[in-house]
Each structure stands twice: as C-alpha cells, then as structure tokens.
C-alpha cells in the first residue's frame, strides 16, 4: 500500500513558515516528528481580562497535524489532564473544540497553524479557566451530537429547520453562488442581500465536510 506523505515532507515550504510563525509567536511550543506524524508540544499561556476578570493559565499540550494538514484541521490533546475529561473533551479524550463544520468555518479562513491556536484553542482554553473559576461559560456553551449542531446552525442561519440547514448546506457545497436566487431562510430577499456572506465562509470548507454534514442531516430529516 503507498504510504500517504505527509504534509511536512509534500510541502516544505509551507512547514518552514509554520515553524517561523510558532517560533515567533508560540515559543514554548516546539515541533516534532513523531512516527511520520508531526506534532506541535509543548506550553501555551492563556492571559486575557474577560468581563473584568482577570483570567491567566498555562497548559501543556499535544497537538496532532493529519498528514493532509492544512486541507484538515490538527487535533488537540492535554495529555496532563487539567482539563478533566467530563469537560468538554471528544471520545479520544482530545478538546472539543466545537462541531466539525464549526471548527471548519473557522479554521479554513486561512488554513494555518495560527488562526487555529488563537481562534480555537486559546478561546477553548479560555472558557475552560473561566467556567472553572466562575463556574460559567463567558462565550455561551455547545450542546454535543445534534443539539450542539443545531444550536450553531440556528446562529448562522436564524434556524433550526432541518430542511432549511441542507438548503443552506446544499449551496456551500457550490463552488459559486448566484446572488439573485431567493435566500433559503425565507426572508423573501435575494441571496446577495441576505445569508451570502455566511454562505460564502462555509464554502471555503472542503466539499467532502460538507457532503457529510448534508448526508447527516437527511438522515435525521427522514428518522
Ligand atoms: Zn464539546
Ligand atoms: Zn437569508
């Protein structure tokens, strides 16, 4: 069987970036290969005044790069688990960092190391210290499974309509949009002065997401 090569190797230049970018702005954290897998490890400070809080951690983490990075997002682990499982952790015991789509939305806006640790990982980081020591979610918490989908469709979307999700999904898996198509929130208003631009970030999305998120959701619209 060919071995799948990873990213590291495919796209050396794009790894010596990524590297400059952590060893600038992440220092404590360090990369390395690890049975063809590459990794990011190492300690992130979390420091920020939230609602008049003051919140500052440091965390020790494992991040795992899928041998596609960047058309895949990392994987995080905290492997000393001062994050206790029953907080908002995925079955491998890595973070739940949102919904795959979620994540996606953000993570695809630019498709590198960067937008992940300071747009998904420090605000998860974040929640977890302040909900511990306020015992609250400063930025409002995610249901898991299907509530947890809905709940963020329903803020994209104005919508928990299963029917009019795969609608809107059934149009980020184009690879163009015609403005002057009714909107399928059902607002009356065209496309272009409605949901285009919330359309137009899940586009950047690989398709492949996206069709599992539509196949998902039928699933559930005939159950
Ligand atoms: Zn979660
Ligand atoms: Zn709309």
Not at 144 to 159: A, D, I, P, S
Not at 186 to 210: A, D, F
């Amino acid at each position: 069987m060919a071995q799948i090569k990873s990213w590291h190797i495919h796209d050396k230049i794009f790894f010596v970036n990524e590297q400059k970018y952590i060893a600038v702005n992440f220092p404590d954290l360090h990369f390395k290969v690890e049975n063809g897998y590459v990794f990011l490890i190492g300690t992130i400070h979390i420091s920020a005044n939230i609602n008049d809080k003051i919140i500052s951690d440091n965390f020790w983490l494992k991040i795992k790069f899928p041998p596609n990075y960047p058309h895949m997002y990392p994987t995080v682990f905290e492997p000393r688990h001062k994050i206790p499982s029953d907080f908002h952790t995925n079955p491998d015991y890595s973070l739940c960092l949102g919904t795959e789509i979620e994540i996606s939305q953000i993570f695809f806006q630019q498709n590198s190391i960067g937008v992940f640790l300071n747009k998904l990982v420090i605000p998860y980081l974040l929640g977890f210290a302040y909900h511990r020591d306020y015992n609250e979610f400063p930025f409002g918490e995610r249901g898991h499974g299907l509530k947890g989908k809905l709940e963020f469709y329903n803020e994209l979307f104005n919508t928990k309509n299963i029917s009019k999700i795969i609608k809107f999904l059934s149009l980020a898996e184009k690879d163009k949009l015609r403005g002057h198509c009714i909107c399928p929130c059902q607002s009356g208003e065209k496309l272009r002065n409605c949901h285009w631009k919330v359309i137009h970030n899940l586009m950047t999305i690989p398709k492949s997401l996206i069709r599992k998120e539509i196949a998902e959701f039928r699933k559930h619209s005939i159950s």
